[in-house]
């Protein structure tokens, strides 16, 4: 059985940094993260390989956020620099093919909330 846990959410002001992690068990996977905005619909952020040799990200966060993998310690991570108010969103990571669909995540966390304050 596969469980994803996020955790690294919470408030920071414009033009701060976090660092979101997701830890894995029960196998590995190409993994995402998405965010969804109160009343917008999901979105895609960040994916990444199962070796971590190919990323990809949204082009809202390119150059301020990355994804990155350690499997060794079986977690993603999604380092988010620069921060700005319309990042304010719950992030939630996913397990699946590579690709920035959310159809080709099959498992997902419970989320984590993101909040940039002006």
């Known amino acids: 059985q596969v469980e994803l846990v996020e955790s690294g959410g919470g408030l920071v002001q414009a033009g701060g940094s976090l660092r979101l992690s997701c830890a894995v068990s029960?196998?590995?996977?190409?993994m995402a993260w998405f965010r969804q905005a109160p009343g917008k619909d999901r979105e895609f952020v960040a994916t990444i390989s199962r070796t971590g040799a190919g990323t990809d990200h949204a082009e809202s966060v390119k150059g301020r956020f990355t994804i990155s993998r350690d499997n060794t310690k079986d977690t993603i991570f999604l380092q988010m620099n620069n921060l700005k108010p319309e990042d304010t969103a719950v992030y939630y990571c996913?397990?699946?093919?590579?690709?920035?669909?959310?159809?080709?995540?099959?498992?997902w966390g419970q989320g984590t909330q993101v909040t940039v304050s002006s």
């Open positions: 996913a397990a699946g093919q590579y690709g920035s669909r959310s159809s080709n995540y099959a498992v």
């Open positions: 029960g196998g590995t996977f190409a």
